[in-house]
C-alpha cells in the first residue's frame, strides 16, 4: 500500500473520482495551472482539462452558487474554498441554498455539492487563514458536516462523499497536510460517512475528537497511559449527521469525558456532544464532561500556539476528570 | 447603449416596428395566458383577503414581461424563477390546481406546504426551487448553463431577476462568472421600478440594469416589458445567442409593478397614485387586445369567453384545493438529507407522538 500525506490522498481520491466518473468537476480560486495554493490539485489540470479543473472568478458566492448549479443539472461539482475562512461570502448560498434545495423542493431537486475548504491553526496564518467554523454549518439541517484526521480517511471520506446525493462541508485540517505519510488503499476506497474511528481503544475515560485535534489527544492519551490511566480517543470523521449510538457506547463504557476542539467554546460542536451525553448517558457519568477548545477571542498570530489546544492542556482536562 | 426601451407596440397599441414571427394562434394563446394570470391574480388576492390564504405576491401589469420571457424557450430549457414568475411555470405546463394547493400548503401541493406561497417550483417544467433571499437563483442559473455547456448540451437557462437584485452579490457574481465562461445563459430582470418601498434610484445609478451587462462583457438590452411583442422579439434573440454558443444577455424588461410587493405591503405609504394611474394608461392587456382587434387575430367574444373559463378553472381548483388536508407531520422531516439519519428519526418520532400534526388546521395568520 503507498504511503501518502493528506494532500496526496485528497488529491488521489479526487483524480479517482474524476477518472471514473464523468459528472465530477472540480473548480475553485487557483486550483487549475496552480494546482491550488496547498497544492491540493496539481496535476489534476493537465490530466483532465480546464473545462474539469477549472479556475474561477475570485467570488466564493460565485463558486458555491456555479457548483449548485451545476449539480442541480446533474453534476458532481467539488469547489474548492481556498481557506475556509474565506467561506463567508458563500455562506448564504451554502445554508440557505445548497443546505435547502432537496426540503423545499419536495425532493424535486438534489444539491450534491462537496465543498472542500482547509481549516484551522498551526501555520501561522493568522486570523484569515485559521479559523474553526464548523459549528456554523453544523446547525444547519441538510448539511454533512465531514472532517477527517488521517491521509487515508480523507482519501475515502471524500469519495464517499462524492457517492451520496447530499452536499457536503469537507473541512480538511491544514496543519496535517503534510505532517503524517500513512498508508493510503489505491483506486476506489470509500470510508462510510457518519461512522466513528475509534482512534485508540480505552477503559477510563474518552476523548471525543476530530481533525487537527485528533493526534492532539492520542499525545495525550500515551502520556495518561504512563500514569495508569486507559484513554480511549473517538475520532468522530463526520460530525453532522453525528454517529452518536458509537459515542454514546463509549460514554457509557468509561464513564468520564474530554472533548477536544480548536473552534471557540462558546456554542462550538463541544457544546452539542455535552448536551447530547447529558440528555442520554448522564447515569454512566463519574465525573464532569469537560471540554479544551480555542479561546472565545479572534484567532491569534503569534500566540497561537497559546490559543490552540495541545497535549498538555488535554492531559490536564484528563487529569481533572480522572481525580474527580 | 441606448437607454430608450425597445417597443414594438405602443401604448395605445398601434405596431410601431417590425413584429417578431409569431403565430396567429400562438398570439391568442399568449395573450390568454396574460388575462389567466390577471384573473389568477384578482382571485388569489380576494382570497388571502378572506384569510384563506396566507400570502401573495401579485404580477399584475407584468403580464407581457412574465409571458414573453416564457415564449422563446423550449421544453428542455431551464427556468430560476423568483416571486412574480409563476406564470412562466403556467404558461410551461404547471396547472392552476396545483398552484392553488401550493398557495395554500396542503397535501396536495408539489411542495407539501414546505414553502411560503408563490414560492413554487416544478421539475416536471424545469423549473428550480427558489429561497427568498434576494438575486441566489442566478448563481444557480449560471451554475446550469456551465454544466448544460460541459456536457455540450444545447440548455438555455433563464434566470430571473427584479431590479433590487441588481444590487446583490449573486448577479455581480453570475454575471461576472457567465461572461467569463461564455455560458448559455440569460438574465432577465423585471425592472418593475421598485423593491418593496425603494426605487429603481437607490439601486443604482447607473442608467437602467441593462447597461451592466456591458462591464460583464456581454450584451444588455432594454425592452418596453409591457409590450409583449417587444419583449418576445428580444428574448427570442437572447435565447438564439445562448443556444447558439453566443453567450449570455442581460435583458431588462422595464415595466412597474401595479400593486404591492406582496398581500403584505402598502404601497399608498411610499408611492404617488398619480405613478400608478401613468403605468395604468401603459397596460399591457390593453395595448395587445387593441392590436390584436385591429389585426382580426381576437374576435369580439373571446376574451369573455375565455374569462368565464379562466373563472371555471380557478374556481374548481380553489374547490378541490380546499377540501385537501394539510400534509402529515412525518413529511416535515423527509428530504432533509437523502436517507434520514437516526437523530432526525427520533425527533419525527417524538414529534408524531405528541400530535404535532393535529396543530395546522385552518391557520393561515394574516
Known sequence: MPQMTMVQAIQDALRVALREDPRVVVLGEDVGRNGGVFRVTEGLQAEFGAERVADTPLAENGIVGGAIGMALYGMRPVAEIQFVDFIYPAFDQIVSEMAKLRWRSAGQYSCPVIVRAPYGGGIKGGLYHSQSPEAYFCHTAGLTVVIPSTPADAKGLLLAALEGEDPVIFLEPKRLYRSVRDEVPEGRHTVPLSRVRIAREGEHCTVLAYGAMV??????????????????????????????????????????????????????????????????????????????????????????HSYLPDAPRVARALEHVMSY | MNAAPLQLLDPEGRLVGEAPAVAAEDLRRLFRHMVRMRLLDQRMLSLQRQGRIGFYGMATGQEAAITGSAYPLRDTDWIFPALRETGVSLWRGTTTREIVCQLMGNSGDVLIGRQMPCHFSDRRVRSVAWSSVIGTQLVHAMGAAWAAQLRKEDTVCVGYLGDGASSAADFHAAANFAGVFRLPVVFFCQNNQWAISVPLSRQTASEGIAIKAVAYGFPGVRVDGNDLLAVIAAMREAVDRARSGGGPTLVEAVTFRMGGHSSSDDPTRYRDGQLVEQWERRDPLGRLRTWLRASGALGADDEETWSKEIHEEIGAAITEAEALPPPPIESMFADVYATMPPGLAEQMRYAVAMGEGQKVEGVFPL
Open chain 1, 215 to 304: 493526534p492532539v489527544s492520542l499525545e495525550a492519551a500515551a502520556e495518561a497511559e504512563t500514569r495508569g490511566w486507559s484513554v480511549e480517543v473517538v475520532d468522530l470523521r463526520t460530525l453532522v449527521p453525528l454517529d452518536a449510538e458509537a459515542v454514546l457506547a463509549s460514554v457509557r463504557k468509561t464513564g468520564r469525558v474530554v472533548i477536544v476542539h480548536e473552534a471557540p467554546r462558546t456554542c462550538g460542536y463541544g457544546a452539542e456532544l455535552s448536551a447530547l451525553i447529558a440528555e442520554k448517558a448522564l447515569t454512566s457519568l463519574q465525573a464532569p464532561v469537560l471540554r479544551v477548545t480555542g479561546y472565545d477571542t479572534p484567532f491569534p498570530y503569534t500566540l497561537e
